[in-house]
C-alpha cells in the first residue's frame, strides 16, 4: 500500500483481513505502526505472555487503542491438548473478538501462524464455516509448520455454548431497551397530561 511517491506502507509479517473491521499478523514492529495508523484500530488482542513492548504500548496510547492480553504459552507439545492451548483462554478472546465495540480489532501472536490461527479458527466455527475451509485457511497461514494439535483443538472446540450466552445477552439488552422505550413514552405521556391541564386552568 503507497501513501505518497516516497513513503510505501509496510503491514506487519502474515497480515491479513479476517472479516470486516477484524484483522490478523504477526507481531507489529515498528516500521509497520503508519500502517496500523491506517485501520484506525480499537483494539488489539495479543496472544503472548510477554510483555508488550514499551514502543508498542506508546504507539497504542498515541492512537487510543485498547490492548486486550491473553497469555498463551507458544509450545509445541505437551502432555494434553488442554495444557497446549486453553480452551478458557480462547473463550474469553473469542468474547472480546466478536464484541463490535472492539472493532476494528487486530489479533496477533508472534508470528500470525499457531495461537492466531486457533482464534481465527473457532471464529469461524462460530460464523458457521465448514472444517475444511477452516483448516484451508489455518494451512494457508502455517504454511509447513502446521500443527495438528491445533487442527484438533479447533475441530473439537464447541461454540454452542458461547453462541447460547451471546443470544442471552442479546435478548438482555433487547429487554432493557424495551422497557426504557415503554418508560420513556410513559414519562412524555404524563408531561403531556399535565400540560394540558395547565393550559386548561389558565385558559381565559
Known amino acids: 500500500?503507497?501513501?505518497?511517491?516516497?513513503?510505501?506502507?509496510?503491514?506487519?509479517?502474515?497480515f491479513s483481513m479476517v472479516d470486516e473491521g477484524i484483522f490478523r499478523s504477526g507481531f507489529p514492529q515498528p516500521p509497520n505502526f503508519p500502517f496500523l495508523k491506517t485501520l484506525q484500530?480499537?483494539?488489539?488482542?495479543?496472544?503472548?505472555?510477554?510483555?508488550?513492548?514499551?514502543?508498542?504500548?506508546?504507539?497504542?496510547?498515541?492512537?487510543?487503542?485498547?490492548?486486550f492480553q491473553f497469555g498463551i504459552e507458544g509450545k509445541k507439545e505437551a502432555s494434553s491438548l488442554a495444557a497446549l492451548i486453553p480452551k478458557q483462554t480462547i473463550l474469553e478472546a473469542l468474547k472480546v473478538l466478536i464484541d463490535v465495540r472492539n472493532h476494528p480489532v487486530l489479533i496477533h501472536c508472534k508470528r500470525g501462524k499457531h495461537r492466531t490461527g486457533c482464534l481465527?479458527?473457532?471464529?469461524?466455527?462460530?460464523?458457521?464455516?465448514?472444517?475444511?475451509?477452516?483448516?484451508?485457511?489455518?494451512?494457508?497461514?502455517?504454511?509447513?509448520?502446521?500443527?495438528t494439535t491445533d487442527l484438533r483443538f479447533i475441530e473439537t472446540f464447541d461454540v454452542v455454548g458461547l453462541?447460547?450466552?451471546?443470544?442471552?445477552?442479546?435478548?438482555?439488552?433487547?429487554?432493557?431497551?424495551?422497557?426504557?422505550?415503554?418508560?420513556?413514552?410513559?414519562?412524555?405521556?404524563?408531561?403531556?397530561?399535565?400540560?394540558?391541564?395547565?393550559?386548561?386552568?389558565?385558559?381565559p
Open 41 to 67: 484500530l480499537r483494539s488489539i488482542i495479543y496472544l503472548c505472555p510477554e510483555p508488550y513492548p514499551e514502543e508498542n504500548l506508546e504507539f497504542l496510547r498515541s492512537q487510543n487503542i485498547q490492548l
Open 163 to 203: 453462541r447460547d450466552c451471546l443470544y442471552g445477552i442479546i435478548h438482555h439488552y433487547y429487554r432493557l431497551a424495551y422497557y426504557a422505550s415503554k418508560k420513556r413514552s410513559l414519562i412524555l405521556y404524563t408531561q403531556a397530561q399535565q400540560d394540558m391541564q395547565t393550559h386548561q386552568h389558565y385558559k
Open 120 to 147: 481465527v479458527g473457532v471464529l469461524r466455527k462460530f460464523q458457521n464455516w465448514c472444517l475444511t475451509s477452516v483448516f484451508e485457511e489455518y494451512q494457508r497461514f502455517a504454511g509447513a509448520k502446521s500443527r
Open 1 to 14: 500500500m503507497i501513501q505518497d511517491d516516497n513513503d510505501v506502507l509496510e503491514p506487519p509479517i502474515n
